[in-house]
Every structure is written in structure tokens, then in C-alpha cells.
Antibody, heavy 119, light 109 residues
Framework: QITLKESGPTLVKPTQTLTLTCTFSGFSLSTSGVGVGWIRQPPGKALEWLALIYWNDDKRYSPSLKSRLTITKDTSKNQVVLTMTNMDPVDTATYYCAHSSPIKGLDYWGQGTLVTVSS | SYELTQPPSVSVSPGQTARITCSGDALPKQYAYWYQQKPGQAPVLVIY???ERPSGIPERFSGSSSGTTVTLTISGVQAEDEADYYC????????????FGGGTKLTVL
């Protein structure tokens, strides 16, 4: 059974760096083709894809946020970490991590974690 | 930047067929995926690779592709299908940059 769970601060101040951790079970990020992605959703708005890391450490970022994002993995801990620098109130959103299957796309999602950016 | 375009809303009566479209220039070359999201919940994959249905998803959900448009069809809509639906795909640059559509609110009248 694949599960994912996001963790991190619920409140960050403007200009600070956000660090979110996705802890997963039921699969290995060393399996060929597998990845973990991050997606966010501002309150009442649409989903926005942020980043993806693959089993071979290949990384992809949203072009509009690439300069602010870093995604890393720790295969031994079954964790993926996303950092976003220079946070702004417009970055207030629920942040999700999801398992990426080479065939089925984002087939398992975490419950999401709401991050509020406010002074 | 690459965009996927969806209608903001679709309304149908119970038992009717709902069709939600998603348009994008790269769709002839890239697979599309559809996600259902109910209020307060995480998205759920309902269609992958344009038209494949994951196990556990009712048969009334189907997907199709034609040129630059993909369509999610829900036949015999039920009240429980009321949700936001998002398409997702990748651009055609070969760099695997993913994108979501703006979402469609399905209302069951």
C-alpha cells in the first residue's frame, strides 16, 4: 500500500525559505521509472505543478518557479524534500506530494499541508 | 509557457452525460491525465494515458483524445461525481515539464 505524507511549517514569514518533507511508504525511489512530485493549490484556486524528482535523481521544475525551488531525495529514509526560497503571501497554498508512476502519472497523493505566508 | 485550457464549469442533470474538454498544443504528442478533487480532499487519478482507467474507478468514467483536445466523459452522472476535474500533461519540448489545466467544476443539478 502506497502512502505519502507532507510535513513542514504551517506558517512562514515573507522572504523566508520554506522546507517541506514528503515521507512515503509502499514503494522505493530507487525503482526504475518512479518519481515523487510536488503540487500546490492556493485556497479556492487550481492545482499548480511545482517539481518532480525521479529514481535516477533526474529533476524537473516549473519554469516559472525554477529559480526558487530545489528538490532532493533521501532514498534510505524514503523522503523527498522541497525547498522554496523567498516566500511571499501569494505562495500561501496547500502543498501536496504525489507518487509518479511511469505509466499512470500521479497515482497516489498525500493529504496535503497548508502553508500560510504572513508576517 | 505551456498551457492547458479547460472550461470553468459544466452542469448536467443526474443520469446525463458530462463531457469536460482540455485543449493544448502538445496533446497530440503527450498523454493526458485526469484528476477528480472533492472539497477538502486530495486529487484522485481517474484517467491516465488519455483513456485508461485505474482500478477502482467506475466504468462511467472514460477518456478520449482527438488532435489538440482530450475529453473526460462521465456517463450516467451521479450526485457523487460533483467535483473539480483537472487535466494534466507535459509540454512538447522533451524536457518533461508538467502542467495542469485550470480545472472544471462539475455541478450535478
Amino acid at each position: 500500500q502506497i502512502t505519502l505524507k507532507e510535513s513542514g511549517p504551517t506558517l512562514v514569514k515573507p522572504t523566508q525559505t520554506l522546507t517541506l518533507t514528503c515521507t512515503f511508504s509502499g514503494f522505493s525511489l530507487s525503482t526504475s521509472g518512479v518519481g515523487v512530485g510536488w503540487i500546490r493549490q492556493p485556497p479556492g484556486k487550481a492545482l499548480e505543478w511545482l517539481a518532480l524528482i525521479y529514481w535516477n535523481d533526474d529533476k524537473r521544475y516549473s519554469p516559472s518557479l525554477k529559480s526558487r525551488l530545489t528538490i532532493t531525495k533521501d532514498t534510505s529514509k524514503n523522503q523527498v524534500v522541497l525547498t522554496m526560497t523567498n516566500m511571499d503571501p501569494v505562495d500561501t497554498a496547500t502543498y501536496y506530494c504525489a507518487h509518479s508512476s511511469p505509466i499512470k502519472g500521479l497515482d497516489y497523493w498525500g493529504q496535503g499541508t497548508l502553508v500560510t505566508v504572513s508576517s | 509557457s505551456y498551457e492547458l485550457t479547460q472550461p470553468p464549469s459544466v452542469s448536467v442533470s443526474p443520469g446525463q452525460t458530462a463531457r469536460i474538454t482540455c485543449s493544448g498544443d502538445a496533446l497530440p504528442k503527450q498523454y493526458a491525465y485526469w484528476y477528480q478533487q472533492k472539497p477538502g480532499q486530495a486529487p484522485v487519478l481517474v484517467i491516465y494515458k488519455d483513456s485508461e482507467r485505474p482500478s477502482g474507478i467506475p466504468e462511467r468514467f472514460s477518456g478520449s483524445s482527438s488532435g489538440t483536445t482530450v475529453t473526460l466523459t462521465i456517463s450516467g452522472v451521479q450526485a457523487e461525481d460533483e467535483a473539480d476535474y483537472y487535466c494534466q500533461s507535459a509540454d512538447s519540448s522533451g524536457t518533461s515539464i508538467w502542467v495542469f489545466g485550470g480545472g472544471t467544476k462539475l455541478t450535478v443539478l
